[in-house]
């Protein structure tokens, strides 16, 4: 079947990987707003992760060393936002988007000597012959490991909020970080731990472009992923299920306009190359209309500063 | 207007410092638009640059600047290199040129020379490669390669340097292959890498089997490799990592026999402003090793169309050819001006899509 | 064991301290990153906070902190009121973009009329359209309540989209040869925004001291002033105060979107001279954390413009001069951040020991 002449199953198996480093972020970012901390800084965090992951991959010829590294990497990296929000009650805007100017330049640092290396390659799981079944096949069962693991972590984020006490003690701290302390959570605790498993999520997500996308480290190469996995948040309303929604809509909208391109549609290039973002504010609208504002599942304390003054 | 005396008189000083005193180092400054580490265009500058600190040593001093944004910040970062003593200064981006020519008119002393633009002055030479001879290459090999008869083009944005290249490509493919097919996506990016990877992976499931780019990340390089079964081609460097498959060939932006043959006129003396738009002839634009992906036949096929065009006895703009909208445009055996090349903003007949205006 | 304990009152003496320790904590550990790096730490801290202000080309660099204050003084004034609010416009890169290529295409229009009537005409139009690309934003928060963060985000990569739009078609200079890129507005005498270049003054520097004066008083002394600063502190006093919280979106929105808008237009008519397709270079972004160093205050922003200035322009220098690469710059830029960030709290909470209660 074909649709404009375009596939609509290779599609949906191509955004499945190109969504992964959007993806991977955003759920990251969502537990770390979740428990009331706004972290702007993702970009820095998942160009930092791309430079570790590919400086451990290139020094071990793991790839799967390399995600490890690009994780403990950035989540080190988010430990500086950590104190200086937490311990030294810094503003929570402006410290991410510093984190962001330095992870920038630090990653550029680190990675000096690796430019213009190749990474080895990173092949899909083998599922047997559940790759070969019709449109199922080709959508779940042709992918590497990483694509497997941003859809785990997704499930599992949303089962852990949804179902567990960890979950209910995330979003205690995140709606009411006085009322959360007076219950004797340890606020400041939980929301470093947080923060860092962001800034892990983050950097695989980084990892995942030099590693998989790309397997190269070149500077600046997020090139504003980060920013839209921010958006993908805000867009998913706090909610684990749409962030996925979010970051197939946007990776979807990015891989049809070029699709379109390619198959020669006679649509005005430069306006579509806009499409993705027109799209994701259409679709926050529709999604926001009608509903009352404290509905959008904002986390109360997000972006406050906590001082436990008790 | 004090000050502007003042820096003037400044940059005469320092214009009388640098020729009283030989023995001091000529110092070259170099403007990057991008970080050295982007691996593609200014990666190769960077590459000029320090063939220079290889080929003079003490000689010549090199200072320069990198991901320098267009503009206001240009302007400064090419005075602070004038008023730091430089004798010859390259600016290697487009949009460097009106900053370059602003401040050589402030520094008559110091000579400067703007990549890719078209404003020269006495102290101003511009220089620009015809990558476009290598396009037709590319085509050549391209138009015998592919069995889909589909050829993807990843574009940047749609200025003259990019609508040449893909009508040079397109001429050579369709030469050897009349049932070839442009597929052209325009990224409207020169870098990014997640962008140019989704492109490639797009023309691919388009039935492209061969991807030429004109953005400078390896991304497609990787998409290819990963999709089998399709050839590419390394822009501005080499990308040979992904030889001889996917990649079988390359355009290397080579500036360094440039950058040497300006430094050295400086330290002669015989500094010109000229206006240069060299090609494979002088090593300008390189060719990559041509891989054993390419049938024999081919490879000498496209080392003759190379050496033809290094000696001058073919351009690749020739006649007969027609403009997209049907109209005549080169006749038989007539050659394209440079004037037409430099603002082209048409495709040559056959390319079946629109330029975004 | 130590802890911090909120002060009564804001140390208001500290909150000029701090940032001098900040800065002085930056050259320690910016100078031991340069060190790491094989460069001479003592030369380049000189360079960087030095050179640009006392050093032999002084002459040039102070007039060029100018330059690049202005926009970011710009900028942020009108951010840092939405800010107080608790309106998030992260999208002024954006709004900056759409100002400059709106007062641009009225500046061009009217090509090559000679008349300073183009100006005015063009800077109207960079404010207009600066402030109407953040009502997009405003109206769809107060309309359905969409969240102005992630609008004015995406409005950002819209705008960056339309501006190489522009320079590639509807703004291309006729006479470019089919380059990208506008005319340049610097030799369109009648849009001109310099007044003295050699100063490095032009009109954006006269409307920032104008907005610092202005949003000083209004802050301090009008009543809308007094409707941002409770709203940001206390939305439920806010509401029993009579705050209408929409007039506050539509006013916040608007006047960072238009003074966003206004910077745009005098960077493309003066400093940066054309519509080109990479016109901004974050002046959007870095505006959010220099209002945030100057603490949303419009003289402590003022300060905060200057210094960040001096950390691009010195940084400019010390690559320049001692091969320093740019993402060190980047780094220690991030480091004197962090260290300001870090430290205001001192003015805010005090240190205290508290010894273990024994039994």
Redesign the interface.
Known sequence: MMVF???PI??IA?LMA?ST?ILLAAIGELVVEKTGVLNLGVEGMMITGAVCGFIVTMETGSPGAGFVAAAVGSALLSLIFAVLTQVFLANQVATGLALTLFGLGLS?LM??SY????SP?FPAVNFGPLADIPVVGPILFNHDPMVYVALFTVVGVWAVLRYSRLGLILRAVGENHDAAHALGYKVVRIRILAIMFGGACAGMGGAY?SLV????W????????GWIALAIVVFASWRAGRVLLGAYLFGGV??LQ??L????S?F???YL?MSPYLITILVLVLMSAGRRRNALHAPGSLGRVFHASS | ????S??LG?AVALGLATTAQAEDPTKV?FVFV??????GWT?EHNEGRLAVEEHFGDKVET?????V?????A???L???A??GADLIFTTS??YM??TINVAAKFPDVKFEHAT??KRADNVSTYSARFYEGRAIQGHIAGKMTESNII?YIAS????EVIRGINSAYIHAKKVNPDVEF???????W?????E???A???I??G?DVILQHTD???PQ??A??AGGVITFGQA?DMG??APMPRVSSIIDNWAPYYIARTAAVIDGTWESVDTWDGISTGMVGIGEISDAVPADVKAEALALKDAIAAGEYHPFTGPLKKADGSDWLAEGEVADDGTL????FYVEGI???I?? | MIRLERRAVPAAKLSYVTPVIAVVLTMVFGGALFAALGKDPIAAIRTIFYEPLFGE?S??YR??LL??ATPLLLIALGLAMGFRAGIWNIGAEGQYIVGAICGAAVALAFYPLDSRIVFVLAVLAGMVGGALWAMIPAFLKLRFGTNEILVSLMLVYVAE?LL??MA??PLKNPEG?????SR?LTQYEAANSWIAQ??GLHWGGVAAAVAVVVIFVLMGWHVLGFQIRVSGESPRAARFAGVRPQVLVVFCMAASGMLAGVAGYF?VS?????I????N??YGFTAIIVAFLGRLHPIGILLASFLMALTY?GG??A???L?L???AIQAFQGMLLFFILGLDVFTNYRLKLIQRGVA
Not at chain 1, 218 to 225: F, I, L, P, Q, Y
Not at chain 2, 69 to 73: C, H, L, R, S, V
Not at chain 2, 342 to 345: A, C, E, I, K, T
């Open positions: 002449g375009i596939d290779v599609l191509s190109a480093p550029a990675g000096q430019v213009g290396l190749k390659s472009l996308r790309v397997h190269q070149v500077e600046g190469m997020t090139a504003g992923a990015t891989l070029l699709n391109q390619a198959a020669g006679n005005p290039v430069q190359s | 207007m004090k000050l502007k003042l820096l400044g400054g991008g970080p050295i580490g982007d691996g990666y200072v320069f600047q990198e991901s944004p267009e503009g206001a910040d302007e400064r970062v005075t602070q290199m008023l730091g487009f949009g009106d900053p633009g078209y993807g944005y749609p200025i003259p597929k052209i996506i325009w990224a409207f990016t870098f990014d890498p997640a962008k990877a989704d492109a992976k797009a023309l499931d388009q492209a990340s390896t991304a990787a998409a490799e990963e460097s990592e992904y430099l603002g082209m903003s079946d899509a629109e975004p205006q | 080309f002459f040039y007039p060029q330059v690049k989209n190489a739009a590639l078609g040869l089919g380059f990208p890129g340049n050699d100063l960077e003066g400093p940066s001279g054309q080109s397709i990479d016109f270079s974050g322009i400019e220098i690559q320049n001069q091969g690469p740019a993402a």
